[in-house]
């Protein structure tokens, strides 16, 4: 299968004066497939929020090469079309908005492409449908929560038909329900094919992707399923890491009942595996 | 005192009331241009009964377009002082400017005249006027209709390569953001409240000590917005936004007969104001 963004050998750095620049990619190499539900994690300052904004050229590397659909992101006259393959959900969900009313604020991107009005109008309806936002289509945003604000933003990238949405950090400035509204949203499109990477520091979601890559000072230092990545707790402690809140009731419940499995990252695994467990023991 | 730091309640751009009445109803640009035309008319008009006329056109809009006229008064408030202000400036220094008339008084290098007069209350008049049909206009229109009537009036300027795009998208944005600063400006203020600053409790002709109250406001405020403005140009980068490039657009507007009805009518009397030489 073909990557849609291929990362080769990457590296960054942001130029602070004529002698120096601080190094924030370290010769980072990665593969996303179509299809697939990548979380980018690592703490503040470990560069993952640089390297989000290379999945779309915002910023292109100093040194190697980012392919996204096969274009090199260096490429300028390639840029419009890797920013409709690849969307980007921000993290202030008051500053990504740019009209005055929801659904112009849609047609923002659509009308940057060229995208005839009959067509405009059709993606429109699908895009707020998806993120089930139909109903506040007239609303001004200043009137909308900030979870309702975030899936407004989504159902604009959403309407440009990319096929892979990244989020740099876009939940962490929402309230549980808006957080939870937005991950559902993530979850849905994934189902529906496509490809969804998450920038976060947040375990529980990262414990929702099917892939978890590690960025540390620059480096790519964990690639794998979130399982395995957090087996590995004193690793990821190091890093300023922490592992899903359901990981470490599982372990504080394991170290009582040596039966209990600790190798949990969702609710609905421990749920079933306090009922496996409270049904053998009785 | 709670409500000092309730700025994004008081904010009036864009405050639009939908009554959904005929008004409401029309093609945006024709309104635009309608009322732009008759505002033009009305300030070049300086006969007592022109601008009687023009009072009450204006207050008709407000009953057609069923909008209570306290929100025109409101609008009218604040501009008294103004008003007050012009009134006598003109009424002691134009005398001798327009000396026609009647002289009611005279001392030194004050005149006055029954012309200096109606130069007073005509142009206290047609403030009243002006604010009124530039009420009538914002209050029945929304700010994207607006933007978008301002868009297509402005079209034909790209002809001679004038940015019309790139003008509309900065008065979208700058209205978009205007409930977002408000309300990060409240925060503010009572973020600097709870550590004593003293915002508003200076007498209000201290304009320099109330000024200066504000600037532990403004400069964070600067701030906030220059950080905002990186991400939203980030945003709209990657929605994209190529500035200068060919955008297709989603809102459309259909003139229809009632439209031009309107615009016909716009135009009759901004002639008959303009040109007709009223008696009085």
């Known amino acids: 299968m073909k990557p849609i963004i291929a990362l080769e050998n990457v590296s960054f750095s942001y130029k602070i004066n004529e002698n120096n620049s601080v190094s924030v990619l370290k010769d980072i190499s990665f593969s996303i497939f179509p299809g697939e539900y990548v979380a980018i994690i690592g703490h503040n300052g470990s560069g993952k929020s640089t390297l989000s904004k290379h999945l779309n050229g915002l910023l292109t590397p100093g040194s190697g090469d980012v392919w996204v659909h096969g274009y090199n992101t260096k490429d300028d006259s390639k840029k419009l079309d890797i920013r409709r393959g690849v969307g980007m959900v921000f993290q202030h969900p008051d500053n990504q908005i740019v009209a005055t009313i929801v659904e112009e604020d849609v047609a923002f991107g659509l009308e940057n492409i060229g995208v005839p009005r009959a067509e405009m109008k059709q993606r429109i309806d699908e895009a707020l449908e998806v993120v089930k936002m139909s109903e506040f289509r007239k609303r001004p945003p200043h009137h909308l929560s900030g979870g309702q604000k975030q899936r407004v933003a989504i159902a604009g990238v959403l309407a440009m038909r990319p096929d892979c949405i990244v989020f740099d950090e876009s939940t962490s400035m929402l309230d549980t329900f808006g957080r939870n509204e937005v991950l559902q949203v993530m979850r849905q499109m994934n189902e529906m094919g496509m490809t969804i990477i998450t920038v976060t520091h947040r375990m529980s979601e990262a414990a929702e992707a099917d892939r978890i890559i590690v960025v540390e000072d620059g480096k790519i230092v964990m690639d794998g399923n979130p399982r395995e990545i957090f087996k590995h707790k004193e690793m990821l402690m190091q890093l300023q890491l922490d592992i899903p809140a359901v990981s470490q009731m599982a372990e504080m419940v394991h170290n009582k009942i040596p039966t209990f499995s600790k190798e949990l990252i969702h609710e609905d695994e421990l749920i079933n595996e306090v009922n496996r467990v409270s049904k053998a023991r009785s | ?280």
């Open chain 2, 1 to 280: 005192m709670a409500s000092e730091f309730e700025l994004s309640r008081n904010i009036t751009i864009g405050q639009y009331v939908p009554t959904d009445s005929f008004i409401h109803r029309l093609d945006p640009r024709i309104k635009l241009l309608v009322f732009t035309i008759l505002v033009l008319a009305i300030a070049l008009n300086t006969s007592y009964l022109g601008n009687a006329l023009g009072l009450l056109l204006a207050i008709y809009l407000f009953w057609a377009s069923k909008i209570p006229i306290s929100y025109g008064l409101s609008g009218i408030k604040p501009a008294i002082p103004f008003i007050i202000i012009l009134a006598v400036l003109q009424l002691i220094f134009q005398g001798n400017v327009f000396s026609g008339g009647t002289v009611f008084f005279e001392y030194g290098f004050i005149l006055i005249t029954s012309e200096s007069i109606r130069l007073v209350i005509v142009s206290a008049v047609r403030f009243v006027e002006i604010i009124l049909l530039s009420s009538v206009l914002t209050l029945s229109t929304s700010t994207t209709d607006l933007t978008h009537a301002i868009q297509s009036l402005l079209s034909p300027l790209k002809k001679i390569k004038f940015p019309v795009h790139e003008i509309s998208l900065i008065i979208t944005i700058a209205i978009r953001f205007v409930p977002t600063f408000a309300i990060e400006m409240e925060k503010m203020m009572k973020a600097q409240a709870s550590r004593g600053a003293d915002f508003g409790s200076g007498e209000w002709w201290r304009i320099i000590q109330r000024t200066k109250d504000m600037l532990p406001i403004i400069i964070p405020l600067f701030n906030i917005a220059l950080s905002r403005a990186e991400d939203l140009i980030l945003a709209m980068e990657s929605r994209c936004y190529t500035p200068g490039n060919d955008r297709s657009s989603y809102s459309v507007y259909q003139s229809i007969g009632r439209d031009y009805i309107v615009l016909v009518i716009g135009l009759l009397i901004s002639a008959l104001l303009l040109f007709y030489h009223f008696p009085f």
